[in-house]
């Protein structure tokens, strides 16, 4: 079976890397895969084509029509079983070229979008998120069944764009365990020396974009309670630049923290750097899934994590996280703290965390489930 996977970019992201995860594990399961993106961005390109997807860029002049245009040509070509689309503009596009072929569409949820802390996101102008909400609302009409990474995004995206909570299919990220590896001491002291740190050094690692709702800036306010508590503990932020870079920067000069904070920009080895830490930091305010999370769970890390429910969620019955208030540096400082000084505590995070993801987050089982998603909709 044909599909046409529709995404704004295949810039570095949770929605872009979870489709070059996922795509060998299409493949191996007879989906004939092509993606076609919006805009030219560096990214994840290599991995896509080398899991056995054919790639289709749609970027050119003439604003959105020529786009739809060219999203309309492509189809008409490939003929494709359905559509599946991939975050805002490749959502609209997608959904009305398809809809005049009358190829069914398939779009994901990778995020809770147009509540408050989007209309109030400094990064964000309100009108622009509530016309693009206006927006997605109107074409979700064209849409034959909707993907939500998490419950969470299933129940807010239905009240938002008020659509049944009956035609949205609830299937979670996942990783590959093969692809993520264990977390020998071997790798353990590489990957800090690498990073330029003794094994007896306690490091924390946060992996993220720099962006508003990822929260850096709430563990960077948290940094200096840590290092009352252990002085040579050392901060490392992994994620590409982002509109909240100078509020980083700033605060991390103004806490006087510099020499324990690293901002290790983009890093392809983040599996590494799990290695590396002793505890995972996961200080959002708000996520769809945060598939940087499972990859935690999976290599054995203590995780300390924003208390919202896709956390709660992913985190389930069993403790396999501690979680704090958002915006509560206070509160995600003393988490840290605890963790760093409880060896008992955090192992038995990291256990529950391990055996949780083994049993509803490989990559394997989200592959089935979107398989037969796909072959409900074709059908």
């Keep these: ?89 490749a959502d609209v596009i997608g959904r009305v070229a398809a809809s005049l072929l009358r190829i069914p569409v398939v779009s994901s949820f990778v995020t809770e979008s147009y509540g408050p802390e989007h209309v109030f996101n400094p990064e964000y102008r309100a009108w622009k998120v509530r016309a693009a909400h206006l927006v997605d609302a109107a074409t979700a009409r064209l849409v034959a069944r909707f993907h939500a990474v998490s419950e969470s995004s299933a129940r807010l995206m239905a009240e938002r764009l008020r659509i049944p909570a009956d035609t949205i299919d609830v299937i979670p990220r996942g990783r590959d365990p093969d692809r993520l590896g264990v977390c020998s001491a071997e790798r353990r002291h590489g990957a800090r020396r690498a990073l330029g740190v003794d094994d007896g050094v306690p490091v924390v690692l946060a992996a993220a974009r720099h962006y508003h709702t990822k929260g850096l800036d709430v ?85 300390v994590a924003s208390d919202i429910p896709s956390v709660r969620e992913i985190a389930g019955s069993e403790p396999l996280a501690l979680l704090v208030p958002v915006d509560d540096h206070a509160a995600m400082a003393a988490a840290i703290v605890r963790l760093l000084g409880d060896d008992q505590l955090a192992k038995t995070l990291a256990r529950t965390g391990r055996e949780r993801f083994i049993e509803h987050y490989t990559m394997g089982a989200v592959a089935d489930a979107t398989v037969a998603l796909y072959r409900s909709v074709a059908r």
């Design 219 to 303: 563990v960077v306010a948290a940094w200096a309670a840590v290092l009352a508590a252990y002085p040579d503990a050392r901060l490392v932020i992994a994620g590409r630049d982002g509109p909240a870079t100078p509020e980083l920067r700033i605060l991390i000069a103004t806490s006087g923290v510099e020499d324990a904070v690293l901002l290790a920009g983009y890093r392809s080895d983040v599996s590494d750097l799990m290695c590396a830490a002793d505890v995972f930091v996961l200080p959002s305010r708000t996520e769809g899934s945060p598939g940087v999370l499972l990859e935690a769970m999976a290599l054995e890390v203590p995780v």
């Design 1 to 89: 079976m044909r599909v046409l996977t529709m995404i704004d970019s295949l810039a570095i992201g949770g929605a872009e890397q979870s489709l070059a995860m996922m795509t060998p594990h299409l493949v191996a399961r007879g989906i004939d895969v092509h993606v076609a993106y919006l805009t030219e961005r560096e990214g994840v390109h290599a991995e896509l084509v080398a899991g056995g997807a054919t790639l289709h860029s749609l970027a050119g002049s003439g604003g959105r029509l020529r786009e739809l245009l060219r999203a309309i040509r492509l189809m008409r070509t490939l003929r494709p079983a359905l559509v599946h689309t991939t975050l805002f503009k």
